[in-house]
């Protein structure tokens, strides 16, 4: 297992002169639905630069072998249901295949043939003080990545660490291509988890903000939460790495294990690695869904159809996705 692990170290002494994706050659081979992929989620899905090559699985899927190739690791963004996609598409590692980071609360999705090839990071963030009273809260308003009851149960979580004189923003992070009046209007998801937390925190003062607002914003020594407990569509948010650049820091203090192998992103944050691996609990997935493999085509296959949303994320797929997600957070949480 040391293997990767030694060379990260090799990869991270280059510092920037270590080979780096080019964001331009991503947005040139982009396929129509791995853009619109990234738009649903912007701006958790934006793009930020590091020396392991931030990316979302389905880049390797349009993306030609040249370009696989010439790099040497890649950092996957991906939550639980684009992860699993990916490992169902790649049951085993392809030919030249690069160093893979993952995010450690996913471990154990990793199949063992592929965990020679993945390392797991963690993010870590200095612990300072905070001499404001204002908490930002980041939701994406989404049935599949924050049913009510999962909602219910991080307020309750937060509710214990916020006092009624703090001011707390909420923000609706995957919302900046759709507008944030579609997260809060009576018809959307979002109206619902809004009602939640308003409904918690009633004798704070909660400010619904929009991305501009948020962009115009100070939040210097500001506390802050995502409140995406099942990371099911990403694990692995551009906010968190502006917000930590900026002088935030998260709602609860972070442990920071100095022996391990890390990346710092800015003065205030940044990645630890390491490949300690919690058993594979896929199988006992495959077991009984393993037809659902077979329904999913890669970007390369699935041409222009109507249906051809379907054909990518067919809706068993995601919803075994989604039992998965659940099944992890519970394994955590004890809830």
């Known amino acids: 297992m040391s293997t990767a692990i030694d060379e990260l170290k090799k990869i991270l002494a280059e510092g920037p002169t270590a080979p780096r994706v080019k964001q331009q050659k991503l947005n040139f081979i982009a396929d129509y639905y791995a853009t619109k992929f990234r738009e649903f989620l912007s701006p958790d899905s934006d793009a930020y630069k590091a020396v392991i090559n931030p990316v979302f699985s389905f880049d390797f899927e349009i993306g030609s072998k040249d370009f696989i190739s010439e790099l040497k690791i890649f950092s996957l963004r991906d939550g639980v249901m684009p992860l699993m996609r990916f490992f169902a598409i790649n049951p085993l590692p392809f030919e030249h ?21 993945v390392i797991l990071r963690e993010t870590f963030v200095e612990e300072k003080k905070s001499s404001n009273n204002k908490v930002l809260l980041l939701i994406s308003a989404d049935p599949l990545s924050l049913p009510l009851n999962i909602l219910e149960n991080e307020i309750e979580k937060i509710s214990e660490a916020i ?56 939040y210097k020594e500001t506390k802050f939460y995502f409140i995406n407990p099942l990371k099911f569509y990403f694990s692995d948010s551009f906010l968190l ?34 490949q300690n691996f919690q058993p594979f609990i896929g199988e006992k997935y495959l077991q009984t869904q393993r037809a659902l493999y077979s329904q999913i085509v890669t970007y390369s296959q699935s041409g222009r159809f109507s249906d051809v949303h379907n054909k990518l994320y067919p809706v068993d797929f995601i919803q075994w996705g989604s039992d998965v997600a659940l099944s992890l957070y519970r394994s955590v949480s004890g809830r």
């Open 97 to 117: 295949v690069p160093f893979l980071v993952v995010d450690s609360s996913l471990s154990s999705l990793v199949p063992s043939e592929w965990r020679e090839k």
């Open 163 to 218: 006092s009624p004189s703090d001011k707390i923003q909420v923000f609706f992070s995957s919302m900046r291509m759709r507008g944030e009046g579609e997260a809060i209007n009576d018809h959307a998801w979002g109206y619902k988890c809004l009602h939640k937390i308003l409904g918690c925190f009633k004798e704070n003062a909660v400010q619904v903000i929009s991305f501009p607002e948020y962009l115009k914003e100070d």
């Open 241 to 274: 790495h502006d917000l930590c650049s900026k002088g935030a820091s998260p709602l609860y203090a972070q442990k920071v294990v100095d022996q391990k192998t890390q990346l710092k992103l800015s003065f205030h944050h940044g990645f630890s690695f390491d």
